[in-house]
Structure formats: structure tokens, C-alpha cells
């Protein structure tokens, strides 16, 4: 008899690093690709990355959705991100879903991205951010960093620079909190790394 082996996924997005990036964020794995509304990162409606950007930057949670606000525009993000210099990828790069949804409880991550490759091609990046416990467990196993607290960061040594490791709260609707209060948090981070 066969045992029964998870199928792998392997990372739909190549990461996105705009060369002049101060911030790399990382969450865990995107959901599966029917619950996508753009090809990009955070590209599901559930999902409130984009209006916790939109609540901070332009106090409108609804400032990156197209105007049927049935998708997220993907090239309003994308200007955004490269003028601010804030780059995105996941940590994991093979996956293996353990149950059918997008659920980082059910994920094993079974190759995780090395955050120090991308740091290599991030010159001027000072601060990782993970979103989420998924992310910040996975990326903990690559890096010479303590944990930090929800909102707070630690700093590792990377080459000659000191790099801060931010643990932000998950913008997934899982984790119930109003986007104003998540949107508090991220806010702050991006004061003290000058990119408000």
C-alpha cells in the first residue's frame, strides 16, 4: 500500500525588490490561486494588508481595491511599494497544504526562501518584517535573531549592517482585530524606519 503523500507547491511569485528597499516583509505562502484576485502578494479580498496600507498612508482602507472593489489593483501597489522602497516575498518557497485551505496552522513549509539571499540584493534594506507566527518561526530557523514581541523588533548582524526583525500581526481575517488597530502597529514600525 502507498502511503499517502502531501503534494508540494512550489512559490507562484518571484519576490519583489525594488533595489532602493529600506524594508523587506515576509508573510508565510499565498492562498491557492482561486481565492486570488491579482497576481501579486496578499492578492486575496479576506486579506487586509493592502487596506491597513491604505488606512495609513491615505487614511482610505479601500484606496488599493479597483473601482468594482472586486480585486486589488495590482499596479497602484506595485508604484507604491517601489516609491516607498518596501519589498515583498514569502518564506516559504515549497509548501506542502496539509489541509485544503490557506491556512498557516495547516502549512508546512518544506523549503523555506533564505532572508539572507535577498538581503544580498537589498543594499539599503535595514528591517525584515514577518506577518505572521508562520513567518517569524520560519524565518527564526535561517537567522541569527531572538524572537521579538508582536510589534516590536530585535536586530541581527548582517554583514556590516544591523538589521531589525519586526513581528507584525497577521492581515489575515483569521487574526480578528480591526484594521485600525493592525493598522496602528505597522504604522509605527514604518515611522521609526522613516517610511511614513
Known amino acids: 500500500m502507498q502511503p499517502n503523500i502531501t503534494p508540494t507547491e512550489i512559490h507562484p511569485l518571484e519576490p519583489f525588490l525594488p533595489p532602493r528597499a529600506v524594508l523587506l516583509m515576509m508573510g508565510s505562502f499565498p492562498p491557492k490561486r482561486e481565492r486570488w484576485s491579482m497576481d501579486f502578494y ?3 479580498l479576506q486579506n487586509d494588508m493592502w487596506r491597513i496600507f491604505g488606512w495609513i498612508f491615505f487614511h482610505n ?61 537589498l543594499p539599503y534594506c535595514r528591517a525584515i518584517a514577518t506577518t505572521g507566527q508562520k513567518a517569524t518561526e520560519t524565518i527564526l530557523t535561517m537567522l541569527p535573531a531572538l524572537e521579538p514581541k508582536v510589534g516590536r523588533f530585535t536586530e541581527f548582524p548582517f ?7 519586526y513581528r507584525m500581526p497577521s492581515s489575515s481575517r483569521a487574526y480578528p482585530r480591526p484594521i485600525e488597530e493592525k493598522a496602528e502597529t505597522y504604522r509605527k514600525m514604518l515611522a521609526e524606519l522613516g517610511l511614513l
Do not use: Q
Open 42 to 44: 496578499y492578492p486575496n
Open 61 to 121: 482602507k479601500n484606496h488599493f481595491l479597483r473601482e468594482d472593489k472586486k480585486a486589488f489593483c495590482r499596479e497602484r501597489i506595485a508604484a507604491f511599494l517601489e516609491e516607498r522602497g518596501i519589498a515583498l516575498c514569502d518564506t516559504g518557497y515549497e509548501v506542502a497544504r496539509l489541509k485544503d485551505n490557506a491556512s498557516d496552522k495547516f502549512l508546512e513549509i518544506v523549503t523555506p526562501r533564505d532572508p539572507a539571499v535577498l538581503l544580498e540584493k
Open 159 to 165: 554583514g556590516e549592517r544591523m538589521i531589525r526583525l
